[in-house]
Every structure is written in structure tokens, then in C-alpha cells.
Nanobody
Framework: QVQLVESGGGMVQAGGSLRLSCAAA????????MGWFRQAPGKERVFVAS????????YYADSVKGRFTIARDNAKNILYLQMNSLNPEDTAVYYC?????????????????WGQGTQVTVSS
């Protein structure tokens, strides 16, 4: 099992940047495919980005491609999401999640562990 805790959210003006972190407790972090999702008020939780267990491959939603970067430090058991050129449409609660299998998935049901989320608010 793995416990996930996100941090780094906050309020930022449009065009600004934030870096989210997701600290993982428990063994085998380096065996998990990891993802970031977000949920805006009144909307479903949607895929943002994901990364393979060794960090060799990354995947992004079209809406964030070129602006967000996912990375991981397996020695520290931390997952990151660097967010640049933020706009008000990026406002949401951001969640990190772990997946046991090595294949890419954008579906929330394919991830077995979730953090509590961190709020990101982008003002215009």
C-alpha cells in the first residue's frame, strides 16, 4: 500500500507558475505508474499527466501539453508537477494517484491510491 500527500497548491495570477509535490509513504513507490488529475468545481475529475515507474515516459492531456511537466524522484519518493503559464481554466483541486500496472491510463478507476488533493486557484 502507499499513502500520498500533495502540497504546493495556492493562488497565483494568470501567467504565473506553481510546482506541486506528492510525497509517497510506504514501499515500492518506484514500482508504480503515477498520475496527476484535477477536479474543478461541479466537474468530474480528469487526467492531467502521468509518468512511468522509472520516469522514462510521460503523458499529458492536450490542455496542459507544453505548459506542465511531470517528474519524479524515486530516491526521495516524490512526484512533481511543474505548472507554467497558468490560466484561470487551470483552477481546480489537484490530486496525485498511483497505478499498479505499467501501461498508460487516463481513467480514475485504474488508479488505486489517491492523495487528499491540493487547491490551485488562478486569477485573471
Amino acid at each position: 500500500q502507499v499513502q500520498l500527500v500533495e502540497s504546493g497548491g495556492g493562488m497565483v495570477q494568470a501567467g504565473g507558475s506553481l510546482r506541486l509535490s506528492c510525497a509517497a509513504a510506504g514501499r515500492a513507490f518506484n514500482r508504480y505508474f503515477m498520475g496527476w488529475f484535477r477536479q474543478a468545481p461541479g466537474k468530474e475529475r480528469v487526467f492531467v499527466a502521468s509518468i512511468t515507474d522509472n520516469g522514462g515516459s510521460t503523458y499529458y492531456a492536450d490542455s496542459v501539453k507544453g505548459r506542465f511537466t511531470i517528474a519524479r524522484d524515486n530516491a526521495k519518493n516524490i512526484l512533481y508537477l511543474q505548472m507554467n503559464s497558468l490560466n484561470p481554466e487551470d483552477t481546480a483541486v489537484y490530486y496525485c494517484a498511483a497505478r499498479r500496472y505499467y501501461s498508460q491510463s487516463t481513467s480514475t478507476t485504474d488508479y488505486f491510491a489517491w492523495g487528499q488533493g491540493t487547491q490551485v486557484t488562478v486569477s485573471s
